[in-house]
């Protein structure tokens, strides 16, 4: 009766706060928008990135982060398509560089990234938080791509 008790109590207590799309980032869809770290605001060649890259139909997620010089594309892969990752990076990277072929891409399916994507979307929103401070957390987030392959 104790534990039903303190079980009650504490999901009470959370009940009020707004869950993040960090939270509930590998849980469900969170269909973050394009994030654009450098000052510029041109955002009409990422949305169309995110566009080309959610018409697969193997993911059904995709976060995108444009940096000074890289676009980082984060993305989600169906449960049934899990085994045939490296053929879908590879045929996005193709067709993304064949598209944009002046646009530097780091492409990754692995969740983390995923994750530290919608986190540095969320932080990005603060207005503490500076471009500066996004390009230096964005370059951190594409050096964990190459430690990861």
Do not use: W
């Amino acid at each position: 009766m104790i534990l039903f008790t303190c079980i009650f109590f504490l999901a009470a207590c959370n009940h009020n706060q707004p869950a993040k799309d960090s939270q509930l980032a590998l849980m469900k869809t969170t269909n973050p928008k394009p994030v654009v770290t450098d000052k510029s605001k041109n955002r009409n060649r990422i949305e169309e990135i995110k566009k080309e890259v959610s018409s697969f139909p193997q993911i059904y997620d995709v976060a995108v982060v444009k940096g000074k010089k890289d676009i980082l594309v984060a993305y989600k892969v169906k449960h049934l398509h899990r085994f045939s990752m490296k053929k879908i990076e590879k045929n996005l990277t193709k067709m993304l560089e064949e598209k944009y072929p002046k646009e530097k891409f780091t492409v990754s399916s692995d969740y983390k990234i995923f994750l530290e994507t919608i986190r540095l979307d969320e932080r990005m929103k603060s207005p503490k938080f500076s471009h500066r401070e996004a390009e230096k957390r964005f370059k951190e987030i594409v050096k964990m791509t190459e430690a990861t392959k």
